[in-house]
């Protein structure tokens, strides 16, 4: 498990806010918040939740961003947040070659069972954290940091 925290650059404690690539807000007086395996009941990692206070620099960054976002034409907007949707629902680099994966868009409905409603609802919860990093994305293309 350690393994894929640190590919996903997981840190033991982790900021709870973000304001873009590297815009990562440290808050000391947040509470920490304890992420667990749910199998073996370890501790994973903890996040920092952000206050008020540093939330206020997040909605300032977004409007900063919105400001110059939305004076990019419609087309080019859509292009962007097309070519980052395409991005994000790429699948990455097959680690087991050979193996059979289904395809993400297309496929047929799955028979509902208790395992298939589990999935469904982590898929839901991945297409959420998705559209926040897109979100997220928009604003700092937005900025001009992003390529």
Same mark, same amino acid.
């Given at each position: 498990?350690?393994?894929?925290?640190?590919?996903?650059?997981? /840190?033991?404690?982790?900021?709870?806010?973000?304001?873009?690539?590297?815009?990562?807000?440290?808050?000391?007086?947040?509470?920490?918040?304890?992420?667990?395996?749910?199998?073996?009941? /370890?501790?994973?990692?903890?996040?920092?939740?952000?206050?008020?206070?540093?939330? /206020?620099?997040?909605?300032?960054?977004?409007?900063?961003?919105?400001?110059?976002?939305?004076?990019?034409?419609?087309?080019?907007?859509?292009?962007?947040?097309?070519?980052?949707?395409?991005?994000?629902?790429?699948?990455?680099?097959?680690? /087991?070659?050979?193996?059979?994966?289904?395809?993400?868009?297309?496929?047929?409905?799955?028979?509902?069972?208790?395992?298939?409603?589990?999935?469904?609802?982590?898929?839901?919860?991945?297409?959420?954290?998705?559209?926040?990093?897109?979100?997220?994305?928009?604003?700092?293309?937005?900025?001009?940091?992003?390529?």
């Amino acid at each position: 498990m350690k393994s894929v925290l640190e590919k996903l650059k997981i /840190e033991p404690v982790n900021p709870g806010a973000c304001i873009g690539p590297d815009g990562w807000l440290q808050d000391p007086n947040g509470k920490e918040l304890v992420s667990y395996n749910p199998t073996t009941g /370890e501790s994973l990692a903890k996040i920092v939740q952000a206050t008020p206070g540093v939330y /206020e620099k997040v909605a300032a960054a977004a409007q900063k961003a919105f400001l110059t976002w939305r004076q990019v034409p419609a087309p080019r907007r859509s292009q962007v947040v097309r070519d980052l949707g395409d991005a994000l629902g790429r699948p990455p680099a097959d680690p /087991e070659p050979g193996r059979h994966r289904p395809a993400l868009r297309g496929r047929r409905p799955r028979p509902r069972t208790a395992r298939t409603a589990r999935v469904d609802r982590d898929e839901q919860q991945l297409r959420l954290r998705r559209d926040q990093h897109l979100a997220c994305l928009q604003g700092v293309r937005a900025l001009g940091r992003a390529p």
